[in-house]
């Protein structure tokens, strides 16, 4: 379920919003990012991923994010569970007059991706990072970073 903008605002200055990361990596072991277009973490490479819509189950807020975010639709099981993850943004989707708060559930999956066939609603460009490229590169947001540290 979708909410009307200024109720969105609402529920995003008042509490955390729960979220799935995409830790994508390809048989090569690089780690793929999307560099934001939107906020928070504008400007910043950050893995692809999204927020879990209110009554939605896990499953399906997965094979949604996949979809939405790598144009390739995966089951949960596809998967491996990273863990859980807090980030908080000094910003927000809609400006900078209050804060995001994200609990993330961060998932990995191999994939080989054509970067040329990712959507673009998100990121600006894509490619593929080393890890120790990413862990050591100012471009990457530390929300990222912590991923793999």
Known sequence: MR????????VVESTPLVSI???VRNSDG???????TNRPAQGFWFVPGGRILKDEAFETAFKRLTSVELGVELS???ASFLGPYEHH?????????FST???VLGYE???DLEISEL???????????GVDELLGSDLVHQNTKDYFG
């Not at 909410?3 to 609402?10: C, I, M």
């Not at 690089?30 to 934001?36: A, I, K």
């Not at 943004?89 to 007059?97: A, I, K, M, V």
């Open 30 to 36: 690089r780690v793929l990012l999307g560099e934001r």
């Open 109 to 111: 999956v191999v994939l």
């Open 101 to 103: 708060h994200y609990v």
């Open 21 to 23: 990361d995409l830790i």
């Open 119 to 129: 959507p673009s609603e998100q990121h600006g460009s894509y490619r593929w990072w």
């Open 76 to 78: 949960l099981s596809s």
């Open 89 to 97: 943004y000094s910003d927000n989707f809609s400006g900078d007059e």
């Open 3 to 10: 909410l009307e903008l200024d109720t969105f605002k609402t």
